[in-house]
């Protein structure tokens, strides 16, 4: 079966050079929207395999649709590549925060984006089960249940939601304000400090190390027990390698 990919990108020429590549492929069927709202709108109503979303869109910009497809159920775990002209860290690092996947600055090479797709199909397309079980903690995303080392452990809906998140993101760094935007809601105006307490509190009830890794200003991690990246001088280079995102 095809997967669907909606490309948001108000350059045409870009567009259907991206479509008939990966058609030519013949793994996958593409939708092409020119504005904001209006790939907004086909999002939702039919959440697809991949978004290819460009910044700098007609009547609503790509960080809005990010973010707003984040917050709704259908499309939080859909996987978003952003495709722009902007080059500036700080905007890279505003739309990984918003819960982008991958970054592609303008101009770029095809065949290289064609990759990155692929790639993150793989991951995503892997992480599809209703259950985490590492045989030591096991969560049942549908059912609330988790148990550690044979033990259920009870959990509050909030210390629930974000073990969720990041077990189903296993391996990659969500942010502090992704986190905050996805279990408070996006008009969250509260302490900040309230994520590192939930946090806390979900690491004490598992009782075990591991699992839940801080990247250092970033924000946090999930990581299978024994593969833990934060010690010696794998915790500062991995630290060095985040901050550069």
């Not at 109503?45 to 869109?57: F, R, S, T």
């Amino acid at each position: 079966m095809k997967r669907n990919i909606v490309i948001i990108e108000d350059d045409t020429d870009i567009a259907q050079s991206i479509r008939y590549n990966l058609e030519q492929d013949g793994s996958f069927h593409v939708t092409i929207t020119t504005t904001g709202e209006a790939g907004l709108r086909t999002v939702l109503e039919h959440p697809p395999n991949l978004i290819l979303l460009d910044l700098n869109l007609p009547l609503m910009n790509g960080f809005e649709i990010c973010r707003r497809l984040r917050r709704e159920e259908s499309t939080a775990q859909v996987p978003i590549i952003m495709l722009t002209a902007r080059t500036d860290e700080t905007d890279k690092i505003h739309g990984l925060g918003l819960g982008a996947d991958d970054y592609v600055t303008k101009p770029f090479s095809v065949r290289e984006l064609m990759a990155r797709i692929n790639a993150i199909l793989r991951r995503t397309e892997g992480n599809t089960a209703s259950v985490y079980d590492d045989g030591t903690l096991f969560i049942d995303y549908s059912h609330f249940i988790v148990r550690c080392s044979g033990q259920e452990i009870s959990l509050t809906r909030k210390e629930f939601a974000l073990l969720k998140l990041l077990a189903q993101s296993k391996g990659r760094v969500l942010t502090r304000e992704y986190l905050l935007d996805r279990v408070w809601g996006i008009d969250y105006d509260g302490e900040t400090r309230t994520l590192d307490v939930h946090i806390r509190r979900v690491r004490q009830k598992l009782g075990v190390d591991g699992y839940i890794e801080t990247a250092v200003g970033i924000g946090y991690r999930f990581v299978e027990a024994g593969k833990s990246v934060e010690s010696g001088k794998g915790a500062a280079k991995a630290t060095k390698a985040l901050k550069r995102l």
